[in-house]
């Protein structure tokens, strides 16, 4: 049974720094790629980093140089470090994998950045 849990979000200041975390289990971590998306009220959930395998990243375009994604192999897990924070990156930040072509995700953990 696959299962990810997200931990480490709350409210911060603009401009201030947040870490989430993602505990996954049931997968072969090591192997997988995952992924921080994110969904705002009202707006589509949006991918907002990628990690493979082999710890090539990618990010969408409005977090470059801000955000970072890592992985720790050796504890399952997944890390979205997030400086310079904004208003508008204020949503709920989901954890996501695949497993046998089917994707699972976490409960997601709420990010609020006030002005």
């Known amino acids: 049974q696959v299962q990810l849990v997200e931990s480490g979000g709350g409210l911060v200041q603009a401009g201030g720094s947040l870490k989430v975390s993602c505990a996954a289990s049931g997968i072969f971590f090591s192997l997988s790629t995952m992924a921080w998306y994110r969904q705002a009220p009202g707006k589509q959930r949006e991918l907002v980093a990628s990690?493979?395998?082999?710890?090539?990243?990618d990010y969408v375009d409005s977090v470059k140089g801000r955000f970072t994604i890592s992985r720790d192999n050796a504890k399952n897990t997944v890390y979205l470090q997030m400086n310079s924070l904004k208003p508008e990156d204020t949503a709920v930040y989901y954890c996501?994998?695949?497993?046998?072509?089917?994707?699972?995700w976490g409960q997601g953990t709420q990010v609020t950045v006030s002005s």
């Open positions: 990690i493979s395998r082999t710890s090539s990243t």
């Open positions: 996501k994998t695949r497993r046998d072509y089917v994707d699972y």
